[in-house]
């Protein structure tokens, strides 16, 4: 059977999540595409990276198999390999190396999934023509609301609509801070059980200051209303202004506080990102959403507003992983067509 | 340029909003597909029925275009179109005679797009493997919530998983007489005024009785659960025997009365489907759902739960036209590829 050689350029919790998701679903994508999926490359942050062409066994994965020379450019540049995932850590500021990385391997000729929402606020267009011109697939479903597929719902289900806003809740750290502080604990006592929980982050200020939320608003909207904007264009206010009085005050209107994410056409068809702490009514959808559910409502001017909500899912890890394979199978789907 | 001909069969509120959809995205159709979208058989209930090769302005009917000898089956068996758009009224108990219709056409040939739940709830397996056998398209994005993308959500962005549940609320005249009686309003009176706002039928027993939840559910179940089951199958309970005190007393709880729909597999993989007016809390999603709004919450083994929301929208009608647009644009997507 042929194969299809997968790169792994990051290889942190997601990346293993899928390497184990994609042995999970190794014999349907075997039956659904003829295809057998093989690992070839991987790199990491620490250890190095591996490069075997006849396929790298993940369950069996020791530090000797890694080469520390290998660096991730090393790998995507002379690996054998089909498609390249980009799982690198972020930079929120810059989208680098990660925008280097998914440059060279559509140079190159490769398919490109990336779970690294950097590349989509700064460089979308960019990458995406590049692709094109290429005619290569380059998918990015997990950069936003995880593995929920709100690209593929616009781009596949909702053909012929003309988005005209987005609107949310994008950010699990900060909407869990608030709905801590709403129970009485402190905002740093929240950050520090969010950390036990493990989805905060040792430096939470990307998140608490909105960066993170904005990048996410700032990739819809790139992708999803084909403008060209960047996080520094959005009009952002973090979570720390809000204090336990705010909360009451608004719990004793019936209101709640949440960090919404914003984005629309001005009427000069401008567009228009807004990421700030909003009083939202009790019964409005943004009220129900608990620290670990997130929604996008996307309006457009045939179908009116359509909203998608990802729910609490443990571990949530797996939830990204499956972005990742999910952009795997569409892309498997295009090229055995 | 090259013709993509359509019969519709059935060209009520829906077939008409479909035809000035169409209209509006003729250009877009034009330019993406190169295809010119051409409407070249119509059947109607009362006056009778329309084929014309070359093509009907939509924009200019009259009675005496019509022949009123021209059953709809006369306009599928002897009109000269590639897709058939089925929109004629359901039958609720048994599919037909849109069931009939559909394996017509998919006989002769022509790709089958519906909005009638009644054949996806009776004899879906049937045509979808007609469709298959014949290579031709099925599609039916319309008969659950209207034109919210639900099938494709699934068979499009979630390829790969596998649906353990479905849940939501799918009726709007139940939920929405459930909550005017929350406000106060009496049985009878709220159904009266959703028939002077529209969108309560003369008879509303199909509603009232659950049984239109029901269809819609074993509707989402056949297709999504890949299931055999009929709306015989579900345990239905519909909402006349849900009193004000029933509701005065779940609101003392913090509580709301709604008319859940629930389909899953028991531990022996027998599909299970009820519908129920059902007690849920003030935070849960089914709360907030105001009489126009409905939801399906689809749960699978590799992403956990999935929601989607369809919003108001005025009028309604277009969301009907615009799941059978979105059809259409799917169909021409495969058969240019």
Chains 1, 2 share one sequence.
């Not at 014999?27 to 006849?54: A, H």
């Not at 989208?95 to 700064?122: F, Y």
């Not at 702490?277 to 507003?305: C, F, H, K, R, W």
Request: proline share 3%; glycine share 10%.
């Amino acid at each position: 059977m042929e194969k299809i050689r997968i790169a792994l350029i990051g290889y942190g919790n997601v990346g293993q999540a899928f390497a184990r998701m994609l042995l999970r679903r190794k014999d349907y994508i075997m039956e659904k595409f003829g295809l057998e999926p093989m690992i070839t490359g991987i790199s990491t942050g620490r250890r190095g990276g591996i490069i075997r062409s006849e396929g790298i066994d993940t369950t069996g994965l020791t530090d000797e198999m890694f080469n520390k020379e290998l660096k991730a450019l090393d790998v995507i540049d002379f690996g054998e390999y089909d498609i390249m995932v980009e799982l690198t850590p972020i930079n929120i500021m810059t989208g680098q190396p990660a925008t280097d990385h998914i440059k060279h391997a559509l140079e190159l000729g490769k398919h490109v999934i990336t779970a690294n929402k950097g590349p989509i606020a700064w460089h979308y267009r960019e990458l995406r023509d590049l692709a094109l011109n290429k005619g290569l697939q380059f998918r990015h479903e997990a950069t936003v609301m995880d593995g929920a597929p709100v690209y593929n719902l616009v781009q596949e289900t909702l053909m012929g609509c003309k988005i005209t806003e987005v609107k949310g809740i994008l950010n699990a750290t900060t909407n869990f801070v608030l709905t801590e502080m709403e129970k009485g604990v402190s905002y740093e006592e929240a950050i520090e059980e969010g950390r036990k929980q493990g989805f905060v982050e040792a430096d939470a200020s990307m998140d608490l200051d909105g960066w993170d939320a904005s990048a996410k608003l700032t990739a819809l909207m790139n992708v999803l209303m084909d403008v060209e904007i960047t996080p520094l264009d959005i009009r952002r206010t973090g979570i720390g202004g809000v204090t336990k009085g705010d909360l009451d005050q608004a719990a004793a209107q019936g209101k709640k506080i949440k960090l919404l994410c914003h984005g629309w056409l001005d009427e000069n068809g401008q567009p228009i990102g807004v990421v700030e702490p909003t009083l939202v009514d009790q019964n409005d959808l943004a009220a129900i959403m608990d620290a670990t559910m997130s929604y996008v409502t996307v309006n457009t001017d045939l179908t009116g507003e359509m909203t998608m909500i990802e729910h609490a899912f443990e571990p949530e890890i797996d939830h990204t992983a499956y972005g990742v394979l999910s952009d795997l199978l569409r892309i498997l789907t295009e090229i055995t067509r």
